[in-house]
């Protein structure tokens, strides 16, 4: 990192990877800053076009991406998603040394292992469900068959956000089993609300982001399956200060502790997915990113410039700079393709953006493109992000469905109740 060179005024020419409503969120915001050069974003959406340049790249492929950040001299990559991270992006372009916002591949085990993630805790002594790793499905098969209920199977690798079954019975939790290949981790189910807490660290300093909720269920009152998120609000109406706190200093600060100790340091963004259980807040998983949904309604409440956080955390200069958040609520409705979760229905026309829009809501686009004839159409499972702010959260959820009854798109569906309070 000490080949990057340090804080400058000068502009920066940044590449964002990524296509969804995270990176729409993050481009829209990066293109308001005075120090954005060019913006290039891979493999972006018909959102992300509107403000920045759109390439196709082999984003999860290292060699790549540093080739095509020195050939067009960037200056800044911003990664979105845990794939890239996974796969050593991050490493290949700070060997090429290019500033970049995101772990190295050791440092991304937090995401990509459930069993060391879990072996951290254990060796730290940092509050998570008791556990045990199995090599695989068919020796986990007899403590799965007489663990206490409920028990909760997961697949010890990236999943994107399947692969976890909390299972009433026994034998649920077999049938669990025999979709896994590969490692497993069988753990204690904790009990409580769940939470989702942020930072962003340089490696050494720490900048604690707002804290967000996700609503991970397809339907209303958290009925039906996962989803990678329906909606999301900021703050959290659950993660008190006090709590928020109690995370930080037991679970956050003693992992970034610990991988510092061990020679990966961790550098980017932390997603800290919490159960705050009657003993405090326990950790459930690590993300090693920033969330989707969640960093819809985090953009929509950031008033600082972006390009200046994310180049100090991206150089070590973390120190010198404190974003600034609005005091305002924010909240995100995810309009997803009917059939989503399983089978989305890509390819029906949406209307009415800009009169959703003329609300003052930002439409962040997560999977559209444009169609031969230039029409918006649905191109992924989720494809918008109505997001709004407000003074609270029932006003800024106001505010979200008004302009939801702009947009006229016959192919898609949205939950009602994103930031109901209860
Ligand atoms: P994960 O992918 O590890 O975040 O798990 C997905 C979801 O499964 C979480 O958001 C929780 O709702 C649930 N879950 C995971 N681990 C546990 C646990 N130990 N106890 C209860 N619920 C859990
Ligand atoms: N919204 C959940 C996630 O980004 O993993």
Request: overall charge negative.
């Amino acid at each position: 990192m000490s080949t990057i060179p340090p804080q400058s005024a000068q502009s920066v020419d940044i590449l964002v990877l990524g296509g969804g409503g995270r990176e729409h969120a993050l481009c829209w915001r990066l293109r308001q800053s005075p120090r954005c050069g060019r913006l290039v974003c891979a493999p972006g959406n018909a959102g992300i076009a509107e403000v920045a340049q759109i390439t196709a790249l082999a984003i999860t492929d290292p060699a790549a991406v540093a080739a095509y950040a020195v050939e067009n001299s960037i200056g800044l990559v911003v990664v979105g998603p845990e794939d890239s991270l996974v796969a050593g992006v991050a490493d290949a372009l700070r060997a090429a040394g290019i500033a970049v916002v995101g772990p190295s591949g050791a440092a991304a085990e937090l995401e990509a292992s459930k069993g060391f993630t879990k072996d951290l805790c254990a060796q730290y002594g940092i509050p998570t469900a008791r556990y045990r790793r199995f090599a695989g499905a068919a020796d986990a098969h007899h403590y799965v068959a007489v663990h206490p209920l409920p028990v909760v199977v997961k697949a010890d690798g990236l999943s994107s956000g399947k692969g976890v079954t909390v299972a009433e019975s026994n034998e649920e939790g077999l049938a669990a089993l025999a979709e896994i290949h590969g490692p497993v981790v069988v753990e204690q189910c904790l009990e409580g609300p769940e939470a989702s807490l942020f930072i962003l660290t340089d490696g050494q300093t720490v900048r604690i982001l707002p804290t967000a909720q996700d609503h991970k269920r397809l339907h209303d009152g958290d009925e039906g399956p996962n989803t990678g998120g329906m909606g999301a609000v900021s703050p959290s109406p659950r993660l008190t200060p006090e709590l928020q706190q109690q995370a930080l200093d037991r679970i956050v600060y003693p992992t970034l502790a610990a991988m510092r100790e061990r020679g990966t340091p961790f550098q980017g963004f932390l997603y800290a997915g919490l159960m705050l259980t009657a003993d405090g807040p326990m950790l459930i998983e690590y993300n090693v990113r920033l969330g989707d949904p969640e960093t819809q309604v985090l953009m929509m409440r950031l008033e600082s410039d972006l390009v200046d956080l994310l180049w100090a955390a991206a150089t070590g200069t973390l120190a010198s700079v404190e974003p600034r958040f609005s005091p305002d609520a924010a909240v995100t409705v995810v309009m997803a393709a009917r059939g989503y979760p399983w089978q989305p229905v890509t390819g029906t026309v949406i209307d009415g953006i800009d009169a959703a829009e003329s609300l003052g809501v930002k439409v962040f686009h997560a999977g559209t493109r444009r169609n031969d004839a230039g029409q918006l159409v649905a191109a992924a499972g989720r494809v918008l992000n109505i997001t709004a702010l407000g003074h609270d959260i029932s006003e800024a959820r106001a505010l979200a469905y008004a302009a939801i009854r702009k947009i006229s798109w016959d192919g898609g569906q949205y939950r009602r109740d994103i930031g109901k309070a209860g």
